[in-house]
């Protein structure tokens, strides 16, 4: 499977610990996302990475969230302190980007990682 | 990016095509139609985009209009396992980072 994998699929952990989830991008991709979702809600943007530069974040990224791409692979979202409105999927998406003006930049996205946090 | 306007809900029977429209009239010219869906419980799934002329893939084709502000995704023969949530997304394509903005979407329904 060349696809967008993500680790693990499903947590639960208690309020106030940390937890950390990866993401694996299609292979060659050099853009990667990270998206959140709530129940009955579309996904909403968090950041993303061209190689290993995380280039953009949301205002829904609070400082209890880190993402990094060390390596320009793969990724992780780390949430410290973990509240109740955390829980959520997790998303990653993956893209290639060539240069300006050239191909369409399609993201393709992982199966998520379910949080849930008591 | 343009807002996106699509019908909470429609349904379909198994077999049929299914017709899902999308609004799209602030539209720029630079910017691309994209389709994604999402079945229960997984990751968005990428079907098409476009820009101006229709497109067709093994998943589904795409109608846009001539005014471009409104497109239509066709699944030719609905079965069971396309009942999901199909978002239509305008976003500019390759000019410099642009994220999916998703809406509500347009739940799908594939009867027997």
């Known amino acids: 499977d060349t696809g967008v994998s993500q680790n693990p699929r499903h947590k639960i952990t208690k309020r106030g610990q940390n937890v950390t989830f990866r993401c694996d991008p299609i292979s060659e991709h050099n853009r990667l996302y990270w998206y959140r979702q709530t129940l009955g809600q579309g996904p909403e943007f968090l950041t993303y990475?061209?190689?290993?530069?995380?280039?953009?974040k949301s205002r829904l990224l609070s400082d209890r969230f880190s993402a990094e791409r060390p390596k320009g692979s793969f990724s992780t979202l780390e949430i410290q302190r973990t509240e109740q409105g955390d829980s959520a999927m997790y998303l990653c998406?993956?893209?290639?980007?060539?240069?300006?003006?050239?191909?369409?930049?399609?993201?393709?996205f992982g199966p998520g990682t379910r949080l849930t946090v008591l | 990016d343009a807002k996106t306007t699509q019908p909470p809900s429609m349904d379909c029977a198994e077999g049929r095509a299914a017709n899902l429209p999308c609004n799209h009239s602030t539209i720029s010219g630079n910017e691309y139609v994209y389709w994604y869906r999402q079945i229960h419980s997984q990751g968005p799934q990428y079907i098409i985009h476009?820009?101006?002329n229709n497109e067709t893939n093994e998943m589904a084709s795409l109608i846009i209009t001539e005014d471009r502000k409104s497109s239509t995704l066709i699944l030719p023969h609905a079965t069971l396992r396309d009942t999901a949530v199909y978002y239509c997304i305008v976003r500019v394509a390759s000019t410099g980072f642009q994220k999916l903005v998703f809406g509500t979407g347009t739940r799908l329904l594939v009867s027997p």
């Open positions: 476009g820009l101006k």
């Open positions: 990475f061209q190689n290993e530069a995380q280039l953009e």
């Open positions: 998406a993956s893209s290639f980007f060539l240069r300006e003006g050239r191909g369409t930049d399609t993201q393709y």
